[in-house]
């Protein structure tokens, strides 16, 4: 995901620990350069703007120039502000799930990977924390994608909720969770309708089901190749719906992995989860240092 901004950036750093003696203007010309492979990479422009002046404060204050390898400075300084950056939760693979069933309301455009990164996470809680989970799927509008996640229920042994033709979103998870109580699940995710932008319909269907279920936690399933556009979408959901989480999809594809690096600074909400391929396994909690491990090369 990061292949350019990582090629681009150790580029701009080996001219500079190869140099030895850097004088401010070496910084700065370095500096400019890190700020457009920022860009390339899609990272929004107050963000990208903010980290630079970030990093030439933190270079002019620790008298980078005067130091014996000033270059390796520059470097250090730039990972640690890369992790800044990409910092969001403490512990983003820590659902909130107790006081059995908790509600998981999983919320995103359709094609992000909602459904697919629905039945990731129930693997995962089955099997990483021993809990029983419940899916149900709210995709009234397309019963393929109802029929998609009892199909992967089945593939990875999580129950799904029995599908009954007709009924509306709000009755389904009603039902969801009245089942979740009788059959002593401690989970159970609610996988609601996605369209291919936000409108209006949307918003409101996945607000009256938030509003009786009552999440514990709602995640919202972002593509990550879509860059910016990722961000748009997460700070409209989370306007609109209010979100405890962002799982970034896709993250083993060529794109430019911007959205990683805006998603925080610009929603304030954190990155949980990063979706990795196509198979029920490919998901990982976001972890900061490993980004910025994988970025810095
Ligand atoms: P939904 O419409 O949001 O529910 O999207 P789906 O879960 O049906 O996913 C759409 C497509 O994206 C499927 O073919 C998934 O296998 C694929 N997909 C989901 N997550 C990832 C991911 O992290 N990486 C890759 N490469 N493909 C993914």
């Known amino acids: 995901m990061f292949e350019n901004l990582s090629e681009r950036l150790s580029g701009v750093f080996d001219k500079l620990t190869k140099q030895g003696a850097?004088?401010?203007?070496?910084?700065?010309?370095?500096?400019?350069e890190v700020r457009v492979a920022l860009l390339e990479a899609d990272v929004s422009l107050p963000v990208a703007r903010d980290f630079v002046k970030a990093v030439q404060e933190k270079a002019t204050?620790?008298?980078?120039?005067?130091?014996?390898?000033?270059?390796?400075?520059?470097?250090?300084?730039?990972?640690?502000?890369?992790?800044?950056?990409?910092?969001?939760?403490?512990?983003?693979?820590?659902?909130?799930?107790?006081?059995?069933?908790?509600?998981i309301l999983m919320v995103g455009l359709q094609g992000s990977g909602k459904t697919t990164t629905t039945a990731k996470l129930?693997?995962?809680?089955?099997?990483?924390?021993?809990?029983?989970?419940?899916?149900?799927?709210?995709?009234?509008?397309r019963p393929a994608a109802m029929e998609q996640l009892a199909i992967l229920g089945g593939q990875i042994?999580?129950?799904?909720?029995?599908?009954?033709?007709?009924?509306?979103?709000?009755?389904?998870?009603?039902?969801?969770?009245?089942?979740?109580?009788?059959?002593?699940?401690?989970?159970?995710?609610?996988?609601?309708?996605?369209?291919?932008?936000?409108?209006?319909?949307?918003?409101?269907?996945?607000?009256?089901?938030?509003d009786v279920a009552n999440p514990r936690e709602t995640?919202?399933?972002?593509?990550?190749?879509?860059?910016?556009d990722a961000?748009?979408?997460?700070?409209?959901?989370?306007?609109?719906?209010?979100?405890?989480g962002v799982v970034l999809t896709r993250m083993d594809g060529d794109g430019r992995g911007g959205a990683a690096l805006s998603m925080r600074a610009i929603t304030g909400k954190p990155i949980r989860f990063v979706g990795l391929g196509e198979k029920m396994d490919a998901i990982e909690t976001f972890e900061p240092s490993r980004i910025a491990g994988r970025i810095l090369g």
């Open 157 to 210: 042994g999580v129950d799904t909720l029995p599908i009954v033709k007709g009924e509306d979103p709000v009755a389904i998870a009603k039902r969801a969770k009245t089942q979740a109580s009788l059959g002593g699940y401690d989970v159970y995710m609610l996988d609601t309708a996605g369209r291919l932008h936000i409108d209006q319909e949307l918003i409101a269907q996945a607000a009256a089901v938030r």
């Open 122 to 141: 129930a693997k995962r809680l089955k099997e990483k924390e021993g809990k029983r989970v419940l899916m149900a799927s709210l995709d009234t509008n």
């Open 22 to 32: 850097l004088t401010e203007d070496d910084v700065k010309t370095a500096l400019r």
């Open 231 to 244: 961000v748009n979408v997460a700070q409209e959901f989370d306007d609109k719906i209010g979100v405890t």
């Open 61 to 103: 204050g620790q008298a980078v120039t005067k130091s014996i390898t000033p270059g390796q400075q520059v470097v250090k300084i730039v990972h640690d502000e890369l992790q800044h950056v990409l910092t969001g939760d403490d512990d983003p693979g820590a659902l909130k799930i107790d006081n059995p069933p908790a509600p």
């Open 219 to 228: 995640l919202l399933v972002v593509d990550g190749l879509t860059g910016q």
